[in-house]
């Protein structure tokens, strides 16, 4: 008991190991993967009180409060709606035990240690997460883009002077810009990223 309290208050019981897909199957996060939605876990990282679970469309953080209580707090932050920034990875030195990635995932931010043996695991990680945080950030400029587009062409309608035509004109555009809405965000707003994981996970 006392072993268990000195190690995390020196916070060595907070340092994560990478999980092998093969034992993806034995972690609590594996309980709430929508498998019927073909969702699949790509990265885990686990420590004694938390999982970290890469998906293709979300991350899962099985949240432990102390690593002497068995008590878990589930959160879900989904890609589609939550963008990655200020992705980094700070390797270990010569005296350091972990590596740690750090990340904000919307408004949240996350600081990972990990057992400094597997690096060379963790910088595939980073790459996966640099990459979707450049593809998000390349989406919203787009998708901000477009509805700026549909505001001019709007805006357009009213510089029309014949009541009858603009009557004709105003409810072609709102159906139009519903479509256009539609299209855009499902263009623009990625809720998948399995393909950024398959390139750049190696595990």
Known sequence: MFKRLASEALGLSD????????????VDADDYIFHEDNEKIFFLIKSKKDEYCFTNRALIHVDGELAISSKRVLKRYEYA???????????AGTIDLDAEIKFNVGETY??????KQQIEQ???????????SHLQIINSDRLKDSFRSLEIASESVGRITSQSTVSAEFEKITHFAAQYMESSKEKYIREDFSEIFEKYINN
């Open 81 to 91: 709606f939550n963008q990655f920034s200020s992705v980094l990875l700070e390797t």
């Open 122 to 132: 963790l910088k595939d990680l980073y790459k996966a997460l640099f990459e979707i």
């Open 110 to 115: 996350f600081s990972i240690d990990v057992d």
């Open 15 to 26: 340092i994560g190991r990478i999980v092998s897909p093969a034992d993806y199957d034995k």
